[in-house]
């Protein structure tokens, strides 16, 4: 499973479209973000822009289709990799290396509070590193024990 769309409170969340993806391997689901209008799969503490909706190799850049992220829609995705110490609602998450899942691991401490406007400084137990509020994945709900594999619900666009 990877970044599947379960609320959107405002018009069509599928507005469709075809656009350049980099050279990769791609699942339906993948989250995608934009580096110099190539859409490339999200890893780390980036902005996803898109969400793939084929599955396709490519050997170099070409066509795939896509959807637009918009600040309505919530999704449930996997969590890989995960400490005990930053996975709570309020939350931000790095995108693990697939682009399919969450994780803190995949990008070092990439965590701050969503409530501080992603500065970094939420306290003694939290991280110190700067990390823009509009980047990675917020958890808005827990719907496991948050143990690898366990599902989430997140905001990309947020």
Not at 15 to 32: F, N
Not at 46 to 68: D, F, K, Q, S, W
Not at 123 to 138: E, V, Y
Not at 145 to 156: F, K, P
């Amino acid at each position: 499973m990877a970044f599947k769309i379960v609320k959107n409170t405002a018009g069509n969340p599928y507005e469709t479209i075809s656009m350049t993806v980099g050279d990769g391997t791609y699942k339906v689901g993948t989250a995608l973000y934009d580096v110099s209008g190539v859409l490339e799969i999200a890893s780390g503490a980036v902005r996803a822009t898109h969400i793939a909706l084929e599955n396709r190799t490519l050997a170099t850049n070409g066509p795939m289709l896509v959807y637009r992220i918009e600040p309505t829609m919530e999704f449930e995705c996997p969590i890989e990799d995960i400490s005990d110490t930053y996975h709570a609602v309020g939350k931000i998450a790095a995108f693990h290396t697939d682009g399919a899942q969450i994780t803190d691991a995949a990008a070092g401490v990439v965590y701050a509070a969503a409530t501080s406007g992603g500065d970094g400084t939420e306290g003694a137990d939290g991280p110190t590193t700067a990390t823009p509020s509009h980047t990675g994945a917020l958890i808005v709900d827990m719907l496991g024990a948050a143990n690898d594999g366990d599902i989430c619900r997140v905001r990309l666009y947020h």
